[in-house]
């Protein structure tokens, strides 16, 4: 069977009995901040089996489409060397939600496999947890499972969805692959082999677990089951390694044909099949690669991608190619996945083209590096020049040298990464005097106002200092300084152009342009061939990030316009930033603006756009702009000739301005604000978007709000209403929740003074406890003393997620004359990262290392003693 067909016999048979099939949700969990991705079948339901989500129905079934590369579980660095590990997997699953139970659960799973899949009950390998008789019995009674082929085991066989709530045991279904492949059965020795490898979980979910581990029988069990598709998929078709299934043989045919790599089977070309999967359903779900959170993790699997892509010798951008066999495989399966086709290659495409140019020098500079070590220990210093010269990914290196079997120096590399950081905060950005190094004469003639392509002569070439050098090639930065150029140089607010310049020995790619006294400096890398001082060039700016910007550029005088109209004259130009993406305008005034005062200023910038005025261009005297009421930083040094821009119907705007602009204020497009923040005393900042930029924005809105409704089950037009009543409900539920946590947390204080024990004559009590937050530790405190008439008292929580403790001591007030609170909680807190203080008698503390706290609490005892002696 196809792994498509499985997936559908799954959703078909248990459709047949009696569940509803439900879509796969998103990647990215609806209002669950403990996971960074759906890394499981069941995590859409959560909340249903803890009853604060009731839905139309009892049962369901379906194929969910799971990632683990980020966060608790992550299996990202496993990936291309293991037969099964996945950064992106699917899911099969069926769910009781208070109806059936073990019996019906064990006969779907057991029919399904062997009636309706065909696999042989020689060949499967059954477990449960060892108190779960009854799961036993159904087994080997019910099913009639071979004794011989059965285990009760421990450990791996009782299901939690945390530190307390519900739970239970869990049976567990094995294939064996036979006695030709090595490897023992469930609780053997072997068992980590590859023999018996489970492909199914099914998790009886009857108790619930108390603060004190106690298990309490829920009034309505559950079921909640597991299958792995691309398991199942490898065992219906006689394979061993999960990557030899059809859907990833596809895959990896589509790989090797534009990698141009023919071993189907290499690890690399594993890597790049699982990692299409990854990236093009994260960016589905509105993740974008970016340098923190989600995009961070979805930047670094493209990125180890093409890595691997480009140790098997692809030259060109191959990645996005496979987005097309990805749709082919499974856009029937995810309708979601074939419409945001085009978007995906998109993404994924513009990060490969920013990723590649680093990728081939930085590879050839850590091979060679790695072929020089005299151990096996790549040095810090080494990592660091990687990353901060050449750009080369922390994580990449990390990387190469674990298949090379050497380990980073990752405290070097943190050191000299620090002492960058410090050299860059006693410096400016751009602190370099290139200026000092040239001796040109003249100054960089300027045409970029009527044209994006010129004839030019290359006058100095410089290095990343500012030295002067007859030459650059071979992937090197520098600096190209023109004669002539239609290059704009960063300054006015407006950033420099980026392009090309096109020489007869080879190609630079100017990244950047900035101004230093009359000269414009081309900031880039050269890509191909060299270039030499005195060389004739092409350069051409990058025409569609130039109009992009010139929108930008249009949209902030229109809006410092507004800004007067709607705010007042006090308004004044303290700073703007225009780029392609988006325009930043920073101006005086001393509060937030309102919604209402944003719409407006908003409305009128777009009824000038709708206007579509010509721009006009004129030079003038200073003092003749001055009195056409042009608007400028008078303050500031301007030449006696100045240029000044008139933009909008009816001289709607009239500034002083040396960039570039559009013809008419139509060719903006739209324009939007998407922030109003303030950055200082008396200045407030907009960030507003144009263009194609505004337009998409505007869709992709749109698909947030259709996606949010689907979630929430309403119209488009009913969300609002919609969420507003959920949000009602989750704060009825949270106030509930708080009120349950109080009496459990007064139980637990209840219980717990016969735990205390005598040292030297004192009553002691060091705690720790499960199910209590740190601000109900103090209410717990307070019962203990009061309970105890006269002791110590020492409790701490841990939070393993936050990776943060917390700490109370209590000292009763007959004997804080020999015992300090502050001082006990201190000497705890030291073992577990942290510092505290108190009064006497009341002192709390936090750390950071909760695997530390049963220690840190033993010890308690003895420091007691001690003060007591």
């Known amino acids: 069977m196809k792994s498509a067909d499985i997936r559908q016999a799954f959703l078909t048979y248990f459709e047949e009995q009696g569940h509803t099939i439900i879509p796969s949700s998103s990647l990215v969990p609806d209002n669950d901040p403990t996971l960074l991705f759906t890394n499981a079948g069941m995590v859409p339901f959560k909340d249903v089996f803890l009853g604060r989500d009731p839905r139309p129905y009892v049962r369901a079934t379906s194929a969910q489409r799971c990632v683990r590369a980020g966060g608790k579980h992550n299996d990202l660095d496993n990936v291309g060397y293991t037969a099964r590990h996945h950064t992106f997997f699917e899911m099969l699953g069926n769910f009781s939600f208070g109806d059936y139970f073990k019996r019906e659960a064990i006969r779907f799973a057991w029919e399904f496999l062997t009636e309706r899949l065909g696999l042989p009950a020689d060949q499967l390998w059954v477990t449960v947890h060892v108190s779960d008789d009854e799961a036993e019995k159904i087994w080997k009674e019910d099913i009639g499972v071979d004794p011989e082929r059965f285990s009760k085991l421990e450990d791996d066989n009782f299901w939690q969805m945390g530190d307390t709530g519900p739970c239970g045991p869990s049976s567990e279904i094995f294939f064996d692959h036979g006695s030709d492949v090595w490897g023992g059965p469930p609780g053997s020795p072997e068992e980590d082999g590859d023999r018996y490898i489970e492909i199914w979980n099914l998790v009886f979910m009857q108790f619930d677990r108390d603060a004190q581990g106690t298990l309490h029988p829920l009034p309505k069990p559950s079921i909640d089951t597991g299958m792995g598709l691309e398991r199942v998929a490898a065992v219906l078709q006689g394979v061993h390694s999960n990557y030899e299934i059809d859907l990833f043989q596809n895959l990896l045919q589509a790989a090797s044909a534009v990698t141009g790599h023919t071993d189907i089977l290499s690890p690399s070309l594993c890597v790049i099949a699982d990692h299409i999967r990854s990236c093009a359903f994260l960016i589905v779900d509105d993740v974008l690669p970016s340098n923190e959170g989600r995009g961070y993790v979805l930047r670094r699997i493209i990125r180890r991608a093409v890595r691997h892509g480009h140790k098997l010798g692809a030259q060109e951008p191959f990645f996005h190619k496979l987005v097309a066999a990805l749709d082919a495989e499974m856009g029937d399966a995810y309708p979601e996945l074939r419409q945001a086709r085009a978007r995906i290659e998109s993404v994924l495409a513009k990060e490969e083209e920013q990723f590649a140019r680093t990728l081939d020098h930085g590879m050839g500079l850590l091979e060679t590096a790695l072929n020089d070590l005299q151990s096996d220990v790549l040095p810090g210093e080494t990592v660091f020049k990687l990353y901060d010269t050449y750009g080369f990914p922390f994580d990449l290196t990390a990387d190469v040298c674990r298949e090379r079997g050497v380990t980073l120096d990752e405290v070097g590399f943190q050191r000299e990464l620090e002492a960058q950081r410090e050299r860059a905060r006693a410096a400016s950005q751009f602190g370099t005097d290139y200026s000092a190094a040239m001796e040109i004469e003249g100054e960089t003639a300027f045409t970029g106002y009527d044209q994006l392509e010129d004839s030019a002569e290359v006058v100095a070439l410089l290095d990343t200092q500012g030295n002067p050098v007859d030459a650059l090639a071979g992937d090197q930065r520098g600096v190209v300084v023109l004669d002539r150029t239609p290059f704009y140089g960063e300054s006015g607010g407006q950033v420099g152009d980026t392009g090309y310049l096109h ?38 700016v990058d025409a569609a990030l130039r109009a992009a910007t010139m929108r930008n550029h249009s949209a902030t005088h229109l809006l410092h316009k507004a800004l007067r109209m709607v705010l007042g004259d006090h308004v004044q130009q303290k700073g703007s930033l225009v780029s392609a993406e988006r325009l930043r305008f920073d101006f005086s005034h001393f509060e937030a603006m309102t919604p209402e005062q944003l719409s407006e200023v908003e409305a009128i910038v777009n009824a000038q756009i709708l206007e579509n005025a010509p721009t006009r261009i004129e030079h003038m005297s200073l003092d003749e702009a001055k009195a056409k009421g042009a608007a400028a930083l008078f303050e500031a040094k301007y030449a006696d000739n100045v240029r000044v821009l008139t933009i909008g119907a ?47 924005y505007f869709r992709e809105q749109e698909a947030r709000v259709m996606r949010i409704g689907e979630r929430v089950k309403a119209k488009p037009e009913q969300v609002e209403s919609r969420v507003e009543s959920l949000i009602e409900r989750n704060r009825s539920l949270e106030k509930e929740l708080e009120r349950l946590k109080a009496k459990l947390a007064s139980a637990a204080g209840s219980d717990m003074v016969d735990e205390a024990h005598d040292v030297a004559g004192v009553k002691l009590l060091a705690k720790q406890l499960d199910g209590v937050s740190g601000k109900e530790l103090r209410g717990v405190l307070d019962q203990l003393k009061q309970k105890l008439g006269s002791g110590v008292i020492v409790l701490g929580v841990a939070d393993r997620e936050a990776g943060k403790v917390s700490l109370i001591a209590g000292v009763t007030d007959d004997l804080t004359g020999q015992l300090k609170a502050g001082e006990l909680v201190n000497h705890v807190a030291a073992q577990v990262g942290g510092k505290g203080g108190g009064r006497p008698d009341m002192a709390q503390a936090g750390g950071s290392d909760p695997g530390a706290l049963p220690q840190a609490l033993a010890s308690v005892p003895t420091w007691v003693e001690a003060q007591l002696i």
Do not use: N, W, Y
């Open 503 to 540: 020489a007869e020995g080879g190609r630079f790619q100017v990244t950047d342009t900035h101004k230093q006294g009359g000269h414009h400096l081309h900031h880039g890398v050269m890509v191909s061939g060299h270039m030499k001082a005195g060389a004739s060039v092409t350069p051409r």
């Open 650 to 696: 009816d001289d709607f705007s009239i500034e002083l301005c040396g960039g570039t602009h559009v013809a008419r204020s139509g060719d903006i497009g739209c324009f939007h604000v998407i922030a109003e923040t303030g950055i200082a005393a008396g200045v407030r900042r907009i960030e507003a978007i144009t263009g194609e930029s505004a337009l998409d």
